[in-house]
C-alpha cells in the first residue's frame, strides 16, 4: 500500500492506494485482486476487499465501490446505497465511509478539502478525463461548499507516459478538444505516447488547486507489482485483476 505525504499529515482521514500485495487470488489474478468485475472467483475478490477493509479500518458493509462506465457522472453519498451505483466520481462528508476506486493503468485520484472535512474519490481513464470528470468532480465540492484552494488532491499510480502508446486519431481526438493539448504526446521512434496524469493535474490547475501531488508510480511496470490492463494484453491474457484505491473519514 503506497500513500499519499500531504494526506498522511491528517489525521481525521485515512486512505490508501494498494497494490497486488498481500491478496489471496490466484493464477493471472495473483495477490490483492479487488475487480469483482474480472473473471476472478468472486470469493477470493471478496476476501481481498475486506483486507483491504481492515487496512483502512472500515465495516465491509461501508465500502462503496462504483460500476464505473469511464463517464463524468459524480455521487454524493449521504448513506450506504441499497444498490451499486453506476459513475465514476463519489463524495461524502459522512465519518465512516470509504470511498473505493478501482484501475488497472487508469488514474485514481483522491480528495480531501480539510476545511469542510469533504473527501471524494474518482476514476480518470483517458475517456473519463476527456469527458470532464475531474471538472466536475470539482463542481460536486464546489457545490457543497469547499474552496478550491482549501483542496488536497493526489493523482494515484497509473500508466506512465513512457508507456502510454497511442494511435494518431487519439491524438487528433485531443487537438481537436484543445489546440494546446498537443504538450501532453509526444513522439519517440515514430510512435505517440501519452501523459494522463499531466492531462489530469492541468485540468485541475485550470480550476485554481494548487495543493497537489502525483503518485510517481508507473502501474504498467510489473516491477512496482500492480495490475495492468496494458501489460496483460501485451502478454497476451485474457483477463486481468484491478487495484484499489480508498479514502475515509476517520
Request: net charge positive; with cysteine.
Amino acid at each position: 500500500m503506497f500513500k499519499s505525504k500531504k494526506l498522511s499529515k491528517f489525521k481525521t482521514i485515512r486512505h490508501g492506494f494498494f497494490n497486488r500485495f498481500g491478496g489471496v487470488s490466484k493464477g493471472i489474478y495473483k495477490g490483492l485482486n479487488c475487480g469483482l468485475g474480472s473473471d476472478d472467483r468472486i470469493r477470493d475478490v471478496k476476501k481481498n476487499i475486506e483486507k483491504v477493509c481492515q487496512k483502512i479500518g472500515c465495516n465491509k458493509n461501508n465500502l462503496i465501490l462504483l460500476n464505473q462506465i469511464h463517464s463524468n457522472k459524480v455521487h454524493k453519498i449521504l448513506e450506504i446505497p441499497k444498490k451499486k451505483l453506476k459513475g465514476d466520481s463519489l463524495i461524502t462528508n459522512k465519518k465512516g465511509i470509504a470511498l473505493g476506486i478501482l484501475t488497472a493503468d487508469c488514474a485514481p485520484v483522491l480528495i480531501y478539502d480539510p476545511v469542510n472535512n469533504l473527501i471524494g474519490a474518482l476514476h480518470a481513464g483517458w475517456k473519463g478525463a476527456y469527458k470532464k470528470i475531474v471538472s466536475t468532480t470539482l463542481g460536486k465540492f464546489k457545490s457543497s461548499g469547499s474552496n478550491f484552494k482549501d483542496l488536497i488532491v493526489v493523482i494515484g499510480p497509473s500508466i506512465g507516459k513512457e508507456n502510454y502508446e497511442v494511435r494518431n486519431d487519439f491524438l487528433d481526438k485531443f487537438i481537436n478538444q484543445k489546440r494546446s493539448n498537443k504538450k501532453f504526446f509526444k513522439t519517440k521512434r515514430n510512435k505517440i505516447y501519452f501523459s494522463l496524469k499531466d492531462y489530469i493535474k492541468e485540468q485541475l490547475m485550470k480550476f485554481g488547486v494548487k495543493n497537489i501531488e502525483i503518485i510517481k508510480k508507473d502501474t504498467y511496470l510489473s516491477s512496482n507489482n500492480f495490475f495492468s490492463a496494458r501489460r496483460s494484453i501485451k502478454n497476451k491474457l485474457n483477463d486481468y485483476g484491478r487495484n484499489i484505491s480508498v479514502i475515509m473519514i476517520k
